[in-house]
């Protein structure tokens, strides 16, 4: 749940053009591979425009994915202020147990703000790696692993390098990232409940796992913009928020080109405007200094770039200089379209009356004997009850029921949250689309009645391959 809400504005009194936010929203429901599930938009510290395209809600959890990265920077910094870590320090002085095994000249000079920069010396991403060298301490792992280059010479996106400032930053203070979090930044942001994955050593894994609302990417956002108050209170120190929001190493090369070419900071990314912390298929946190502007915004996206083009392209110029006169309409028309977002049910009908006996009781297999997506979903079955039908998804022996909605999303909190659309696209097939609601994941499902077979198939494939549907939600339940 959401503390307090955050102070709101009409668009045109902050400098906000309803007609281009509305423009991005076109743009966002015309571009293929996009599923946006939240926005909010603040401006000089007023909170906009916000809305959540249906079967999303505002106040749903989400996997944040290495959006994560700059909570745990946040988290650095507290515990610098705190006395408990220095920027300037050799990270194995934290891990003093590794410190006759490790003699690798760059590791023992690799300092924290190398790791916290991404430029450990790593020329490539070095997670298979160290799991292979420590199955159970990543930071071991990673520690075992000498740099190719020295460190603060080169940049690689290095999921470790994050983990050990994370399990830096449990190990001065005592605490989960979360518990040292709470009374620091989420309370005075007004943040509510936040949940991070642990990994086998019992360390929320920093480099990602944090679920969180779309608001509380905003809060966030809105803390850094000014430079670390919040509320009268200094919550980050000015210098921590500026020396995090520069770049610290040229990226250019190192990924996929475009915004990810313009150098990295302490867990931010540089951007062609302002600065950002994202992850994987859409998450977005961008601050705006020069507009004095947050846009934060959850999704699920097959292309991140399209999505900041798009903002670059509609939402940026949206931002003018002082207040807009004699808008009123314009605002009331996006009000009212920010409260009916909805992404589109997938089509089908409802069960073929010739053939609904057929379908009740029936068992599917995977098509060609398994399932390329999901290794461990070995069968479907439909069943027909007097109030509608119920899928069945049979993985590792666990049954996970979803129920088929009746021409749009149908909604379930339990065993998991959920929401199934489609139906029966002719008399032989069903095709539905199922959302699992806390992730930036959805999954396209597939019977064949003449076949007996299924097929199912991401539309964004998880970052952790052959994760079990039941998992698929933010960490602390599962059935």
Not at 103 to 118: E, F, I, K, N
Not at 266 to 295: K, N, T
Not at 322 to 344: I, M, N, Q, V
Request: charged share 20%.
């Amino acid at each position: 749940m959401i503390a307090r809400p955050l102070p709101s504005s009409a668009p045109a009194a902050q400098g906000v053009d309803a007609a281009g936010v509305e423009a991005f929203l076109d743009a966002l429901d015309a571009a293929p591979g996009i599923a946006p599930h939240s926005l909010l938009i603040l401006r000089h510290g007023r909170l906009v425009a916000s809305g959540s395209w249906a079967p999303y809600t505002q106040d749903r959890r989400h996997l944040l994915y290495s959006l994560s990265k700059s909570f745990t920077a946040t988290a650095a910094a507290l515990a610098a202020a705190d006395g408990l870590l220095r920027l300037d320090d050799p990270v194995l002085a934290y891990f003093p147990e590794f410190a006759d095994e490790v003699t690798d000249p760059r590791v023992r000079g690799m300092l924290v703000r190398h790791v916290a920069s991404m430029a450990s010396g790593h020329v490539a991403e070095t997670l298979d790696r160290a799991r292979t060298l420590d199955p159970d301490d990543l930071v071991h792992g990673f520690l075992l692993l000498p740099p190719e280059r020295d460190p603060g010479t080169v940049f690689a996106y290095n999921q470790p390098a994050t983990y050990t400032l994370a399990a830096l930053v449990q190990r001065v203070t005592g605490r989960l990232l979360t518990d040292y979090l709470r009374p620091r930044l989420f309370d005075p942001l007004g943040i509510g409940d936040v949940v991070w994955q642990r990994d086998r050593a019992g360390r929320e894994v920093g480099f990602s796992g944090l679920h969180a609302t779309c608001d509380a990417v905003a809060r966030l956002g809105q803390l850094y913009l000014d430079r670390g108050r919040w509320e009268g209170r200094q919550l980050l120190s000015e210098a921590w928020v500026a020396e995090a929001t520069r770049p610290h190493i040229a990226t250019a090369g190192a990924l996929s080109g475009g915004d990810w070419d313009l150098g990295y900071g302490l867990q931010f990314w540089m951007s062609r405007h302002g600065y950002r912390g994202d992850g994987a298929y859409g998450q977005f946190c961008l601050v705006l200094p020069e507009q004095d502007a947050v846009v934060a915004l959850t999704s699920e996206s097959a292309s991140m770039q399209t999505v900041l083009d798009l903002v670059w392209s509609h939402l940026l110029p949206a931002f003018r200089p002082g207040p807009l006169k004699d808008r009123d309409g314009a605002d009331a028309a996006l009000r009212e379209r920010l409260a009916h977002l909805a992404l589109p049910a997938a089509p089908g009908k409802p069960a073929p009356p010739e053939r609904a006996d057929t379908w009740a009781g029936a068992v599917f297999a995977p098509q060609g004997g398994r399932c390329a997506d999901q290794p461990g979903l070995t069968s479907v079955s439909v069943t027909a009850e007097e109030d509608g039908w119920t899928l069945t998804l049979t993985e590792d022996g666990r049954g996970l029921p979803l129920r088929l909605g009746d021409g749009g999303w149908a909604v379930a909190e339990e065993p998991l949250p959920t929401a199934v659309s489609g139906g029966w696209t002719d008399a032989g097939t069903l095709a539905v689309d199922v959302a699992f609601l806390e992730t930036p994941h959805s999954l396209r499902l597939t019977c064949s009645l003449p076949e007996r077979t299924f097929t199912a198939r991401w539309h964004t494939t998880p970052l952790v391959p052959g994760v079990p549907l039941r998992r698929m939600r933010a960490p602390g339940a599962s059935f």
